[in-house]
């Protein structure tokens, strides 16, 4: 698929090739996308050759940009070696540590006083393959960020977007949902791309928008990560019942009484569930297993 940056090292990545954004108009409606950036930082995810960050750099109060590629990462430091707002970071944006990038300084944190970061915004061309890989670690520092435009495969950001009940909403889609609010923005066909690709490519918009307070999904610092994993359980074979999902997990008279509590028939998909559903029937499983 198009993509700026590999997140994987080279050898380990499949045959996709590099493709490079070479249109000029996609490239200022994928900036313009993230809205005003005078006052933020952004945190760009494989700049390649650096046709965004180049409009990025000229508007942004502080550009951090994440490539891969050794030869890349060096031509763009001396590209924008002369603009002090540009930093740019040879890595594998899976392996930052995002708490020593965003976080409090040594030094300067104040006993008593809570640190409350300014949300960065985020700019990426997420490979398929991984793309979930990279999505769950930017939800996991989700406090950091604010605005997220990404683009993927057409057929992820159909996944990604999909209403419970159709055919393409899953887990990717579950997952995103719970952190942020989800919109698609447009489509660039294959010859916005240098080498063109076989596919086309979505933009995406996603607004950080966590819900687990709403869905009751706060209740200890353990509740949103097992309600991870019962996601994955409950999508584990999408052909399957939420009842033959479930029930290598869950006693057989809990589940059948969790399901009644929840209002979700055991015949039920989990692809069927809004995610009000979903939390209501996880915390049900919770909390009988904590009466027992």
Do not use: C
């Not at 590999?6 to 994928?30: T, Y």
């Amino acid at each position: 698929m198009p993509k700026v940056v590999s997140a994987r090292r080279p050898q380990h990545k499949p045959k996709l090739g590099q493709h490079f954004l070479a249109s000029d108009s996609f490239a200022l409606q994928i900036a313009d996308a993230l809205g005003d950036v005078s006052q933020n930082t952004v945190l760009e995810i494989g700049p390649g050759r650096g046709v965004l960050t180049s409009l990025l750099a000229k508007h942004a109060r502080r550009l951090i940009a994440v490539e891969l590629d050794r030869v890349l990462a060096a031509q763009l430091r001396l590209r924008f070696g002369m603009f002090p707002n540009v930093e740019v970071i040879e890595a594998d944006i899976l392996s930052i540590d995002f708490d020593s990038l965003f976080g409090p300084k040594p030094g300067l944190r104040r006993p008593g006083i809570e640190f409350k970061p300014s949300p960065a915004k985020v700019l990426g061309n997420l490979p398929y393959y991984i793309t979930s890989e990279i999505l769950l670690r930017l939800f996991e520092y989700s406090k950091y960020f604010g605005t997220m435009v990404i683009l993927v495969q057409r057929e992820v950001a159909d996944r990604v977007a999909a209403e419970p009940g159709s055919r393409d909403y899953g887990l990717l889609s579950a997952t995103v949902q719970l952190h942020a609010r989800v919109e698609k923005l447009f489509t660039l066909p294959p010859g916005a791309f240098t080498p063109p690709p076989k596919v086309h490519s979505t933009a995406l918009r996603l607004t950080i928008a966590p819900r687990q307070r709403e869905l009751g999904l706060d209740g200890d610092g353990r509740m949103e990560d097992g309600f991870i994993d019962f996601l994955k359980l409950s999508f584990g074979q999408k052909r399957k019942t939420l009842w033959n999902n479930l029930k290598s997990n869950y006693p057989e008279t809990d589940l059948r009484a969790a399901l009644a509590e929840a209002k979700v028939k055991p015949a039920a998909r989990a692809e069927t569930l809004s995610l009000e559903e979903s939390a209501a029937l996880f915390r049900a499983l919770r909390n009988s297993r904590d009466d027992s």
